[in-house]
């Protein structure tokens, strides 16, 4: 199973179904399970914008390219949230 990076938030954002969060620290990705990142499809680039307009409505997100994707959880943290943390969080704030 793959997982595919939709945003960034801050721990704690409300997540819809189909959702969950990764989480290091304070700040978090939106990820969802698909099969392959090959097997993605036009639907599944609709399905990223309205994920994305879904989680704006509970708080700022840093929004993610469509496509972004993850073998596991550790990577997410390692390639998304480890990199520059404290430029995410200003982000969110700003």
Do not use: K, N, Q, W
Request: hydrophobic share 45%; charged share 25%.
């Amino acid at each position: 199973m793959t997982l595919l990076l939709h945003g960034i938030v801050r721990a704690g954002h409300p997540m819809a179904a189909g959702l969950r969060a990764v989480v290091e620290d304070d700040l978090a990705v939106a990820v969802s399970d698909v099969g392959s990142a090959d097997d993605l499809t036009a639907e599944h680039a609709r399905s990223h914008l309205d994920v994305l307009c879904g989680l704006l409505a509970d708080g700022p997100v840093l929004p993610l390219r469509f496509g972004s994707a993850a073998p596991d959880d550790e990577s997410v943290r390692d390639h998304a949230l480890r990199t520059d943390p404290d430029a995410l969080r200003a982000e969110l704030t700003g």
